[in-house]
């Protein structure tokens, strides 16, 4: 979808096509197409398709805003899963005047027009940052918000209470890990974070501590289990600094004990617990072992293990069933005796290709199991659990 195909939509001819697209979005595209097709040109009918087809795979991040909003395929991909950024934008006074110097189609603009900051928001892609806009007024948020298209080197961060940039992470040759290759890559988004007074930067939760700036806090943030981000934030936002893990939906946060030294180690006991992917990014993981009262299987790595079932929202714990030294054969022989033909295999410091493993496992019976597959003290292991 080009600009022009874009604007086209706003029109009330396009509101038309739009609504009519809903209706067949289910059919198959055939189908869609030719109905369409009957009361819409091959522009229209093409942009309200692939329009309503972005709507219905934005209900999982947007919920029912989404039926009102639009959408790149690309700038879905990229935009912020809104109780992520609900909880980001909740850190903001309200009443903020905020710059937001990446918006994409809004995912964060729109949250922080909703916490009651006034945010200006530039996008580098003329589409995109017309997507932006149109979702603003689609949600009735558009007199707290102006976009236009600009690079976002062109914002003072001065003028504004707080800087928000979440950069692009894809390059020509697809998503990239290395916050040098961001766009506006990592020196650039430090040097405004510099003349800002507060900031908060999104960033893949994969970006190694050595870039969080001095004095800044990086919070991991987790949704429903999987890690999302890692947000830092800078001067008047940065509280203490420091590291700190939150779960979303639940908002439980963590940050370090620091009467706690490094977790110790010691042999794998009838429990296994994985942390939530939150805390082992923000090397929170002898707090989870102190939760659970237990101790590392390993120094280097995140599996801890214990005695004791304890609860917590931190860690999955795992009854442990046996534990083998690594080898296929030993472990398929091992699940055969059980009767395991379903097993869900996890594996953490371990170069074992699960997939492949899967296939070779040949697994067979009506029990289940949780297979993990690490290391200990440089050797493989196979444990063979249940969830508790
Ligand atoms: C990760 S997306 C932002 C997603 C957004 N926070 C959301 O939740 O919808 C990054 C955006 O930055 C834009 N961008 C990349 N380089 C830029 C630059 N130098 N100046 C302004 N925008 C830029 C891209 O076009 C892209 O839309």
């Not at 976009?147 to 707080?162: G, L, N």
């Not at 429990?271 to 707090?287: C, K, Q």
Request: aromatic content about 6%.
């Amino acid at each position: 979808m080009d600009l022009d195909a874009f604007r086209q939509l706003l029109t009330p001819r396009g509101q038309e096509a739009l609504k009519a697209a809903a209706e067949v979005v289910d059919d198959d595209p055939v189908t869609a197409v030719t109905r369409l097709r009957r009361s819409h040109d091959a522009g229209l009918t093409s942009a309200a398709l692939t329009q309503a087809t972005l709507r219905a795979r934005a209900a999982g991040k947007f919920g029912a805003d989404a039926e009102l909003m639009y959408f790149t395929r690309a700038g879905l991909e990229q935009a912020t899963r809104r109780e992520v950024a609900d909880h980001r934008a909740r850190r903001m006074a309200p009443d903020s005047l905020v710059a937001d110097v990446c918006c994409g189609v809004g995912g964060d603009l729109l949250a922080l027009a909703r916490a009651g900051c006034a945010v200006e928001a530039v996008d580098a892609d003329p589409l995109t940052a017309a997507i932006a806009r149109a979702n603003a007024d689609a949600l009735g948020l558009g007199d707290r918000v102006s976009v236009r298209t600009a690079d976002a080197a062109t914002v003072d961060p001065s003028a504004f209470d707080v800087l928000f940039a979440d950069p692009a992470r894809r390059t020509a040759r697809g998503r990239t890990f290395d916050p040098m290759a961001y766009s506006p890559p990592w020196p650039e988004v430090l040097e405004m974070v510099a003349r800002s007074r507060a900031a908060c930067l999104k960033v893949a939760p994969g970006i190694p501590h050595g870039f969080v700036p001095g004095g800044a806090e990086a919070e991991w943030v987790s949704y429903r289990g999987e890690v999302k981000e890692a947000v830092i934030w800078c001067g008047g936002l940065a509280g203490g600094g420091g590291r700190r893990a939150t779960m979303l939906p639940s908002g439980a946060t963590m940050t370090p004990d620091p009467a706690l030294g490094r977790a110790e180690h010691g042999p794998v006991g009838r429990y296994v617990y994985e942390p939530d992917g939150a805390a082992i990014r923000a090397h929170l993981v002898a707090e989870v072992a102190a939760l659970v009262g237990g101790r590392l299987i390993d120094p280097q790595v995140a599996y801890i293990t214990g005695d004791v079932a304890a609860r917590t929202p931190w860690a999955s714990g795992y009854e442990v069933h046996e534990v083998l030294p690594f080898s296929l054969k030993r472990l398929r022989a091992a699940l055969r005796e059980r009767g395991v033909g379903n097993a869900t295999i996890k594996k953490r410091a371990s170069a074992v290709d699960v997939d492949r493993l899967r296939k070779d496992l040949r697994l067979s019976g009506d029990q289940s199991a949780t297979v993990i597959l690490t290391r200990i003290r440089e050797r493989p292991f196979a444990l063979i659990c249940t969830p508790f």
